[in-house]
């Protein structure tokens, strides 16, 4: 049964500290890795990563995927408060797109 | 302005009642989808529909019932077979697979909408 398993369940940090999420997965027919941010209401699109080793960068955050050991990780510098949210990880398979339980990320100023 | 809506925002069920949460897109995407998200979870897929007039059980799809009569719309009812129908629903959508291309899978979701049991 395809999983995306996400870690830690949540983090509390200061303003100004850099953070790791992790995303590992085992999806059939795997074909992408997707990262999303949700403040309340709906899924904000970050990234999508399809080849290992490239790193994708937005501002602060960044993400790179690793297809042979099977995961991703989403990272964010310099956090602010407004990077308070729940990061959400998927792995796109043949059919659907499998998402993990979530990291919650609380930024204290 | 491109988008998905849903509606309602909340929606309130009796005991043994059929509720229908709405959701549209403008975005002329073939995929739609809809999940379930319940306090500290992720997403769990209830249904999704890779094409008009045809549709997938996802995870979770007992209790639920679904329609993909047009390309804009993906109504989600939840039956009164659901007996723990409280939750966030959101409904996605994405170009599709069908073409193959990666970018395609990309979903975006709407506003959701909050299911609270009377």
């Known amino acids: 049964e395809d999983k995306v398993v996400q870690s830690p369940l949540s983090l509390v940090v200061h303003e100004g500290d850099t953070v790791t999420l992790n995303c590992s997965y085992e999806?059939?027919?795997?074909?992408?890795l997707l990262w999303y941010k949700q403040e309340k209401k709906a899924p904000t699109f970050l990234f999508m990563l399809?080849?290992?080793?490239i790193e994708k960068k937005s501002g602060r955050l960044s993400s790179i995927l690793d297809k042979k050991e099977l995961f991703s990780i989403l990272n964010i510098t310099a956090t602010q408060t407004g990077d308070s949210a729940v990061y959400l990880c998927?792995?796109?398979?043949?059919?659907?797109?499998?998402f993990g339980q979530g990291t919650r990320l609380t930024i204290n100023p | 302005d491109g988008g998905i809506t849903q509606s309602p925002k909340y929606l309130f069920r009796k005991e043994g009642q059929n509720v229908t949460l709405s959701c549209e897109q403008n975005?002329?995407?073939?995929?739609m989808y809809w999940y379930r998200q319940d306090p500290g979870q992720g997403l769990r897929l209830i249904y999704y529909?890779?094409?008009?007039?045809?549709?997938q059980k996802g995870d979770i799809a007992e209790g639920y019932s679904v329609s993909r009569e047009k390309k804009e719309s993906f109504p989600l009812t939840v039956t009164s077979a659901q007996k723990n129908p409280t939750a966030f629903y959101l409904c996605?959508?994405?170009?599709?697979?069908?073409?193959?291309?990666?970018?395609?899978?990309?979903?975006?979701f709407g506003p959701g909408t909050r299911l609270l049991v009377l």
């Open positions: 996605a959508s994405s170009r599709g697979l069908a073409g193959g291309w990666f970018v395609e899978e990309t979903q975006y």
């Open positions: 999806v059939t027919n795997f074909r992408s």
């Open positions: 399809t080849s290992s080793g």
């Open positions: 998927g792995s796109q398979g043949a059919q659907k797109l499998v």
């Open positions: 975005l002329n995407h073939d995929a």
């Open positions: 529909s890779q094409i008009v007039n045809d549709f």
